[in-house]
């Protein structure tokens, strides 16, 4: 390890974090767009931002329409890329701080994020900066590209990649250290019923139902209004106790019902980490004689089907491989209107797994509704034996001490994204992470180690 080096990247830390703090501000996450902020202004903001921060540093910066861009440092055919993104997924509920405040506290930095991903590809533009200050003759290049997409359909790389080169090599600190070699298969199952035209009795008519923010979060909260005639079932469901540990909210507003389910958030990469929202509704929901027996049977079999699973079994799709683990399930979205029904499966599957195969699975057990695959990618391997898990496995032991191994996720990140590359950082073994989650935060500590373990990465490829 350059030691020189490395005290360069530790008399920048303060600096860091305060920059870190002010991106978080920006409420990132994807709203309708314009022809100049596809993704809404806040995104557009961020990325001006991370730019900005490059160009003050002295790199080569690039803006691809607002879709993403990048900072770039070096010479040569050779390109490494180093891939973030400035989006994020919806703060959610049950934050004992401003989501959107960069709130340092506790050794700690706050907000949406910071985790995922803006901290850890902030902190990766740092410690280029400190290894341009150390004053490397680079023999290749280390472009780091911001994306403002991720979490919502990856438009942001699409678009890029129409105009730009693709890196021959690279990483993306948008997962755990030591390294990913292994991301399952993700695909978002879109389940649809169109309604019948019905006469409504509402001796117990379902009015509406929304519940989620993304596919890939377990659903926090879940609403439903429905309309009765028996003023009894307000007390049947006021006593009911879901079984998953939700909390149950009700409402009565003349004829009315209004209820709320509130569950806990988590990444839809590891839904039996959260308490979902939508399945404690949806069972709510089947304890009571629907006055449409078409949605009426259509929740009892998705209650069947899914319920409060996470691993597809009911559904018929269960299974793991040795390379990547076990398939697993989130309900990610659901909304019912008079029209229709739809809800968004968010599956991720091993890597030896057949998508067509567990599309036509799906089809047979929920046999009435249309399904289809929306937002897809195919698994990632990169093999032990590859050049770069050596050269990581290498820069991660002699920063940290600690021995180096691989890991197979259930989450997706732009490693994907081009040719030979894996998740690098940031969360450190035995560390935990807070992504998706409220109160999300990443110590200042790993930031900074964060940095370090970049620049001396930098500092061996350019070199």
Not at 59 to 74: C, L, R
Not at 109 to 124: C, E, F, N, S, Y
Not at 222 to 233: C, G, M
Not at 331 to 353: A, H, Q, S, W
């Amino acid at each position: 390890m350059n030691k020189t080096l490395d005290d360069l990247v530790l008399s920048m830390k303060d600096e860091m974090i305060k920059e870190i703090s002010e991106i978080i501000k920006f409420k990132s996450y994807k709203v309708k767009g314009t022809e100049d902020a596809p993704f809404g202004i806040e995104t557009k903001k961020a990325l001006d931002y991370a730019l900005e921060l490059g160009k003050k540093y002295g790199f080569k910066t690039k803006n691809v329409d607002n879709y993403a861009g990048h900072v770039e440092f070096g010479n040569g055919k050779k390109t490494f890329g180093v891939l973030g993104h400035l989006d994020v997924v919806p703060e959610g509920t049950g934050w004992s701080v401003d989501p959107y405040g960069g709130v340092v506290k506790d050794g700690y930095l706050w907000g949406r994020g910071a985790t995922d991903d803006k901290g850890p590809i902030i902190a990766a533009l740092f410690a280029l900066k400190a290894v341009k200050a150390f004053g490397i003759e680079p023999k290749s290049k280390v472009r780091i590209i911001f994306g403002t997409n991720e979490e919502s359909g990856w438009e942001c790389m699409k678009h890029y990649f129409k105009h730009e080169t693709k890196p021959d090599w690279g990483v993306t600190p948008d997962g755990d250290f030591p390294m990913i070699n292994v991301e399952k298969g993700i695909a978002d199952v879109n389940v649809t019923l169109y309604r019948r035209q019905r006469k409504v009795d509402e001796e117990f008519s379902l009015l509406s139902f929304k519940g989620g923010d993304a596919p890939n979060m377990v659903a926090p909260t879940a609403e439903a209004v429905v309309k009765f005639k028996d003023k009894a079932l307000i007390e049947e469901v006021i006593k009911y106790k879901p079984s998953n540990g939700s909390k149950i909210e009700v409402t009565n507003k003349g004829r009315k019902l209004f209820i709320k389910a509130t569950g806990k958030s988590a990444h839809g990469a590891n839904p039996s980490a959260g308490i979902n929202a939508i399945s404690t509704l949806v069972d709510l929901l089947n304890h009571f004689p629907i006055d449409d027996d078409e949605m009426q049977y259509h929740l009892e079999n998705i209650a069947k089907k899914i319920g409060y699973e996470t691993d597809g079994k009911s559904l018929g799709i269960s299974g793991q491989d040795g390379m990547s683990g076990p398939l697993t399930v989130n309900l990610g979205l659901m909304e019912i209107t008079p029209k229709k029904m739809k809800f968004v499966l968010n599956i991720r599957y091993p890597i030896f797994f057949n998508l067509k195969m567990i599309k036509k699975q799906i089809e047979e057990s929920l046999k009435g509704m249309e399904v289809s695959i929306g937002h897809h990618h195919d698994p990632l391997f990169v093999s032990p034996d590859n050049e770069l898990i050596h050269l990581l496995s290498k820069v991660y032991e002699d920063v940290t001490g600690q021995k180096s191994f691989l890991i197979a996720i259930g989450g997706g990140t732009y490693a994907r994204a081009i040719p030979n590359a894996v998740a690098f950082g940031p969360t450190f073994p035995g560390h935990g992470s807070t992504e998706h989650q409220p109160d999300e935060r990443i110590s200042i500590d790993d930031l900074t180690m964060i940095a370090r373990i970049y620049a001396q990465l930098y500092y061996k490829i350019l070199s």
